[in-house]
């Protein structure tokens, strides 16, 4: 089974709006990355947060982890065209990591 | 700094003939490799990881095996593909150990079985 479930599946905004995606996992981790697929491409690591921080910045991303609620949330501001792309998070277990289902980004210019 | 190819980027192949995928990772020693499966807007599907030659762990039963000849080398393969092994594989390498652990993919291969 998935470890990782993000939600929604899809989600469609204007540029400039913020788009939140929300992930949850099952058991305990070692930390919680978020990546990026754009269409038929590989994976791209985002941003890692470990299992002991609550919340974590990288440019216009922003990283939420409550891990008695076992569940994360990425925020991108100010969303662009260019961020048009599937976001996946992952949870790293000892030697695998299990990814979600993913959200589809649609930004629209 | 590290670089993962796989190849081929695309494959057609019929239904019942073997299959062969190749992933090799460069600039770093005594990675964990990974092969993973997507269809088509789906999220990932972790098929075999491995953490050293010969040492490989398969998460799903499947058509499909994987064999690490060498240290930075994973082969996918199948000796005979069925329509439900269609989609994209994605081969992937990561250190081995720290909480800071992250997973790089290479670009894919999409493969079409006819």
């Known amino acids: 089974s998935q470890q990782g479930e993000e939600d929604p599946q899809a989600l469609s905004i204007q540029e400039g709006e913020n788009a939140t995606m929300n992930c949850s996992y099952k058991t305990s981790i070692n930390n919680l990355q978020w990546y990026r697929q754009n269409s038929g491409r590989g994976l791209v690591h985002l941003i890692l947060i470990r299992s002991n921080e609550r919340e974590k910045h990288s440019g216009r991303l922003r990283v939420t982890l409550d891990t008695s609620k076992k569940s994360s949330s990425l925020l991108i501001t100010a969303s662009r065209a260019a961020d048009t792309a599937s976001y996946f998070c992952a949870t790293a277990s000892y030697s695998t990591f299990i990814f979600g289902s993913g959200t589809r980004l649609s930004v629209k210019p | 700094s590290q670089t993962i190819h796989q190849w081929p980027a695309t494959l057609v192949q019929p239904v019942g003939s073997p299959l062969s995928l190749e992933c090799t990772v460069e600039?770093?020693?005594?990675?964990?490799l990974y092969w993973y499966r997507q269809a088509a807007g789906r999220g990932l599907q972790l098929l075999f990881y491995s953490i050293g030659i010969d040492q490989i762990s398969s998460e799903v039963p499947q058509n499909l095996s994987a064999s690490r000849p060498q240290d930075r080398q994973f082969i996918l393969s199948s000796k005979k593909l069925l329509l439900s092994d269609s989609g994209f594989y994605l081969c992937a390498w990561s250190v081995r150990t720290g909480a800071r652990n992250t997973i790089y993919f290479g670009e894919g291969s999409w493969l079409t079985v006819v």
């Open positions: 600039g770093t020693s005594n990675p964990n």
